[in-house]
């Protein structure tokens, strides 16, 4: 057997990390014996603990140790990073290590530096000369760049466990359909009147039952009362929030009384060619044509959005982004500053967005479907909280409790 000392420290007995750490450490075919363990006697106190982690081969300690290094444990002797040149553009060495979205830090130089913009999937690149990291996505590594390999002399720090008074009460359990809906919406929009105060950014990512629902007017509400800072959806959101100003139907259906207009099922190509012809959005509202809408809501207001394609796009609108790396590069451009996140109602986008984001980052996703948080937590994004009921439902109480209270 060989071994490996390492130290877990932070409130690892009330998060349950100490456990965690232990059950991968069997799990994976290790062994495991707590050499030493100081635990805090209060909620203020940490805890720390000193455990050597065998395994039958230099292959499986490897495994194990990628493995645990998720939860925090640090080395008791850590070896300095071990850094490799692109030899391509978009090309990454063999072994780079794949990020979280938790907070890390890299062994350089003898000393512990910071990796710049948490975000999961990708690698790490460093500026030997100034002494910095930061996470790149594959896209855009560059020839020569220094990446990192392997797995030694990296830190992650888990998220810190908040204290009860600070932390969402729904997030108890993650998902159900059977929680009180007043009571979770009171809570976020608390978080969300909490973000305004500290200056933070709030985000929406929205799909198009936002529009089909009817809710489209509780989100202006929103948007008007600054309490969506940011805006980023697809092309159908957008496509049918101007059918909606231009028709009154969305995908051909009069909201007002759910009746089928007489050529309805072409309305939305028809707002399409429209917004074409006036030369974009922002163009269509400034030129009268365009004059109520989420859409018209954003360029009023000056609040930034980014439309994001799809394969099965109508149109699409001159706004959408088409080039799904261009899209991604500019939605992280944009996320700096971001501290609160609703996603309503679009299973891709929630998704795509949650891969750009650190786990600092508090995030709600909201959908008739409790699978689509399910998805969303289980690709990573494991501090969403989800909402399950419909996405009117939701915005209406939402918009009442924030526009309506003093923030």
Not at 37 to 60: D, F, H, M, W, Y
Not at 173 to 179: A, H, L, N
């Amino acid at each position: 057997m060989i071994s490996e000392t390492v130290i877990l420290s932070g409130h690892i007995i009330d998060s349950l990390t100490l456990p965690k750490v232990l059950d991968e450490i069997t799990e994976l075919g290790g062994d495991f014996s707590i050499e030493e363990i100081e635990i805090g006697r209060t909620r203020q106190n940490p805890s720390k603990a000193l455990i050597k982690v065998s395994a039958s081969s230099p292959e499986l300690l490897k495994r194990i140790m990628m493995r645990i290094k998720r939860q925090g444990i640090e080395i008791e002797k850590a070896h300095e990073v071990v850094l490799v040149r692109a030899t391509r553009n978009g090309m990454l060495p063999d072994n780079f290590y794949s990020t979280t979205n938790l907070k890390t830090d890299i062994l350089v130089g003898k000393r512990w530096i910071p990796v710049g913009r948490p975000e999961m999937d990708c690698a790490i690149i460093v500026d030997l000369k100034h002494k910095r990291a930061a996470t790149a996505p594959m896209a855009d590594i560059r020839k020569g760049d220094f990446v990192v390999v392997g797995d030694e002399g990296i830190r992650v720090i888990p998220q810190t466990q908040q204290k009860e008074k600070d932390e969402f009460q729904f997030m108890r359990s993650r998902v159900s359909p059977e929680k009180p809906k007043e009571i979770v919406i009171q809570e976020i929009a608390f978080r969300m009147k909490q973000a305004k105060k500290k200056g933070e950014k709030i985000l929406l990512v929205g799909g198009p039952a936002i529009v089909h629902t009817d809710a489209g007017v509780y989100l202006e509400k929103l948007l008007k009362k600054g309490f969506i800072n940011l805006l980023f959806a697809g092309n159908a959101l957008a496509v049918h929030d101007i059918e909606y100003a231009l028709y009154k139907t969305s995908l051909g259906i009069y909201l007002n009384r759910g009746q089928s207009a007489e050529g309805g099922h072409g309305h939305h190509v028809r707002a399409i060619n429209t917004i074409r012809k006036a030369g974009g959005i922002r163009k269509a509202v400034n030129r009268g044509i365009l004059k109520s809408g989420v859409m018209y809501t954003c360029v009023k207001n000056r609040i930034p959005f980014i439309l994001a394609g799809s394969i099965r796009d109508d149109g699409p609108l001159p706004e959408v982004i088409t080039d799904v790396i261009e899209a991604q590069q500019a939605m992280r451009k944009r996320l700096k500053g971001v501290g609160f996140v609703l996603m309503i109602a679009t299973t891709l986008h929630s998704i795509a967005v949650g891969n750009l984001l650190p786990a600092s980052v508090n995030v709600v996703c909201v959908d008739i479907n409790p699978s689509v948080v399910t998805k969303l937590i289980d690709r990573g994004s494991f501090q969403a909280a989800g909402v399950v009921t419909d996405a009117e439902l939701f915005l209406r109480e939402l918009s009442r409790m924030l526009v309506t209270s003093k923030v």
